[in-house]
């Protein structure tokens, strides 16, 4: 039985978590402590917090309130948005992050995968790339929480993450994000194919059998996912969970 990683995403604007559609429309869904709770108590993989306004708005990371939120995180924690410099990255490590995300300031510098991922090891250091197809169906890069286009070739700044550095790779997806439709398999499947660090698939899940497609056919090494995890129906009500044990061994291991 193989163990993949399953983790809930969770996105912060503020001193809130807020949960978006296609990256825009954030909806409030609850406070960071106590959401980190519940999920602690239902024993999830990892954690990942990203800050969805922080780069856009031009904003360092809160350290103080990222602190206050890792204490509460008893499983691996990851943490996004407004991540600049190295030194940025080892306030947040020492603040009791275990994963550094970079997008932004990893395209407008890439040297900083490689200056972070030497001082602390790759497998601190994530790079999101967030993904929006255009009218022709290709993929394109963009920054900024989504609002600024590149001019970046998807394979080749997926490439050129691994060889300066990075860990892990975070390939979420614009068009698919909270809405339900599952990950976009091609999407996933050619990132994957084209480094050997580990992917992490994001954006569109609803079901366990999304994760199962999101492994078999695209390739990815983890799974994340946002409003499975927040929403008990599509953008209904707010209800925050965590697949069983029990579920994840009969739906998702034994079919991996």
């Known amino acids: 039985m193989r163990r993949i990683r399953v983790i809930p995403m ?3 604007k503020n001193d809130g978590l807020y949960k978006t559609l296609k990256f825009k429309e954030p909806k409030y869904v609850g406070d960071p402590i106590n959401t980190f709770k519940i999920l602690n108590e239902k024993e999830a993989d990892e954690l990942l917090l990203l800050d969805i306004i922080a780069s856009c708005e031009n904003k360092r990371p809160n350290f103080d309130k990222i602190a206050e939120i890792a204490s509460e995180a008893f499983v691996p924690m990851g943490y996004g948005g407004g991540v600049k410099t190295v030194d940025d990255v080892k306030k947040l490590l020492n603040s009791g992050v275990e994963k550094v995300v970079i997008n932004t300031a990893a395209v407008e510098n890439p040297n900083l995968i490689t200056e972070a991922a030497s001082v ?3 497998q601190s250091i994530v790079v999101s790339i967030d993904v929006k197809k255009n009218i022709l169906g290709k993929y394109n890069v963009y920054i900024g929480g989504g609002r600024r286009k590149t001019n970046l070739n998807l394979i080749d700044w997926a490439s050129k993450v691994e060889k300066c550095g990075a860990g892990e790779i975070l390939i979420n997806s614009i068009d698919r994000d909270g809405t339900f439709s599952g990950y976009d398999i ?5 990132v994957s194919s084209a480094v050997t660090i580990p992917v992490v698939a994001c954006g569109g ?3 366990i059998d999304d994760f199962v497609h999101a492994v078999n056919q695209g390739g990815v090494s ?9 929403f008990q129906r599509s953008r209904d009500a707010i209800l925050i969970s965590f697949p069983s044990e029990q579920e994840m061994i009969s739906k998702f291991y034994n079919n991996i």
Request: aromatic share 8%; net charge positive; no cysteine.
């Open 10 to 12: 969770l996105l912060l």
């Open 205 to 207: 899940a609803a079901t």
């Open 186 to 190: 091609k999407l996933l499947k050619s």
């Open 222 to 230: 983890a799974v994340a996912a946002g409003s499975m995890f927040v």
């Open 120 to 122: 602390f090891g790759s």
